[in-house]
Each structure stands twice: as C-alpha cells, then as structure tokens.
C-alpha cells in the first residue's frame, strides 16, 4: 500500500509538467471572421432607386474581416468601416468576451477608415488602441480633423508600416502590400495575414492586376484564403465611365486565372461588392456561373480557422 501511495504522488508531481509541455507545443487558435462583404456604401446604398437598393431589407455590411484570439479574448480587423458598431457586435455573438484590440487600415476611402470615428470620446473614448497604418495614411490621420483629435487625445496609438515587412503578433503575423488604387490621401494596401496553420491575402481594392508589381497567381499560391477586389462583375455595369473607378471586374479576375489549376481557383473569395453587382443575389446566373467555375463568394459571418 505504501509504495502504491508513492506511486499516485509521483503521478501528482509529474503531471503539471507534462500538461505544461502540451500546453507549450499546440499552437494558439486564430479565427478569422468575414464581417462585411459590400464596397464603402454598403446595401441598400443612400440615393439609389434601382431594384439592388429598393428590394433590399437587411443592410448588407462593408467589406471587413477579424482575426480573433479567443484564447487572449481580442481580435483585430482589417478595416474600420461605417458599420464598425455592426460588426464588433457579430464577434461578440461568435465569441464570448472578446474585445477590440487593435486595427490595420488599407487606405482612406470612405467605407475602410471612417469607422474609427468610434473610437472617439464621444462613443467608445478608447485608450491608445493600436492603430496600424502606412507613413501616408499615418500624416493624414495627424494632419486633419477629426482624426487628429483621436491622436491627441490619446484614443489611437498610431504605428506605421512598411511595404513587405511583416507585423509580429505571438499568434499571427499580417504584412501590408502596396497596391495601385485612387491614392488621393494615403497609399493603398492589401494585407497577407499567416495564423498558426492557414494564411490569407485580403485586397478588397486595386485599381487592375495588370498595373500590380506582383503577380496575382503567384500570391495566392502562398496562401489557402485569397479575398479579392469584386466590386463590379462586368464593363457597363453603372451609368458612369468606369474608368473614373477603375477596379478589376471579376470577369477579368476570372480571364487572368482561366488557365490555373481548380486548387488555385477554389482559394479565391470575391468580396468589396458594389450594390449593382449582381453576384450579391444569390440566384443570378452571374453567381451561378462563377461557382461553377470553381470560385468562391465572400459571405458575412463566415468563419475560417488561421
């Protein structure tokens, strides 16, 4: 009996270690968490008469992911947009006390900056959230008001990036791309994020592949997830010149991939949908055709595992 007595102590003593060990070697979970899938107006978009806007009962977000750490309970977005409140209310939905810890912005057009607003006094008065931004984007902020008001009153902690040099996170890393896009205020960025197992690229906005130093195949053959600029399926698709918003139609995207392999084509995510995109309704042949072609459509509440 005694030496069975030494025996369950020797187990108590030991134990810890071991679970110490495990605890040591399996990696940190990350999510990431498709928020938003519409360009900066979101649907129904204000002013528009047409059948997209007019049908539409439920708002349709803008374009925006989280990556959460539900061990550390935070998460990050790409993208801070008008519908910011919105979407931190669906992480919280997903995932029990979890709280905004920081955010990377891609550049300054409407539906992708705006929502750090609420960062302010006047609604959430945060404390030196981080806020990662390129050296443009990072002068606009400081420069003009109201944004300058969050650096000095100390609700944002800027941190500025640079072109292909990953940030660090113990659980993931993101690194900012530059891209060619409208760049009145602030460089353009998409984002390529590695989690413990799976990566992503996110480029909601670029002006078309073929001005881009990189070469799309090859990008999205170093991740699993690739979520690509979507705004307009084809030419002629709003009453404007559409050269004035140039953007890659996903007729286009579909072209330059056509001789790719089914494994590169089932990565691809069309996201940064404008209200005229037909591929938002779910029945139009558009969407019915792009799917079959082996590509994928971004969907709001989405959740893949990093």
């Known amino acids: 009996m005694k030496r069975r007595s030494n025996w369950k ?14 605890a040591i070697a399996q990696p940190k979970e990350v ?3 498709v928020l938003g899938v519409m360009q900066d107006g979101g649907l129904p978009q204000l002013g528009c008469t047409k059948s997209c806007c007019i049908a539409s009962i439920n708002r349709k977000t803008v374009s925006s992911l989280a990556i959460v750490e539900p061990s550390k309970h935070r998460f990050s977005l790409l993208d801070a947009t008008p519908d ?15 709280k905004l810890h920081s955010i990377f912005l891609t550049h300054a057009h409407m539906g992708h900056y705006t929502g750090i607003l609420q960062l302010g006094r006047e609604a959430m008065n945060a404390k030196n959230l981080p806020l990662y931004v390129m050296p443009r984007m990072a002068n606009f902020i400081t420069a003009n008001g109201p944004w300058s ?7 944002i902690s800027l941190t500025t990036m640079q072109d292909d040099l990953p940030v660090e996170n113990e659980n993931f890393s993101i690194t900012p791309l530059l891209v060619p896009h409208r760049d009145e205020f602030s460089e353009t960025v998409g984002y390529r994020v590695k989690g413990p197992n799976k ?3 996110f480029i909601p906005d670029i002006d078309k592949w073929s001005k881009w130093s990189r070469s799309l195949i090859e990008e999205i053959e ?13 030419d002629g698709e709003v ?5 004035e918003i140039p953007h890659p139609f996903v007729t286009e995207t579909m072209s330059l991939l056509n001789d790719a392999p089914s494994s590169i084509k089932k990565r691809v995510f069309f996201i940064h949908f404008n209200h005229t995109n037909p591929l938002i309704n779910p029945l139009s042949g558009e969407r019915k ?15 893949f595992t990093l």
């Open 84 to 98: 910011i409140v919105q979407q931190c209310k669906l992480v919280d939905s997903l995932y029990k006390e979890v």
């Open 199 to 201: 990566s992503i690229l």
């Open 289 to 303: 055709k792009v799917e079959q072609l082996g590509y994928q459509i971004a969907k709001e509440g989405a959740v």
């Open 9 to 22: 102590g020797l187990i108590v003593l030991i134990s810890p270690f071991f679970l110490s060990v495990i």
């Open 222 to 234: 170093k991740v699993d997830y690739a979520f690509l600029d979507g705004t307009f399926f084809a």
């Open 149 to 155: 008001q969050l650096v000095r009153l100390n609700n």
């Open 31 to 33: 999510k990431l968490v």
């Open 239 to 243: 009453d404007r010149p559409m050269s």
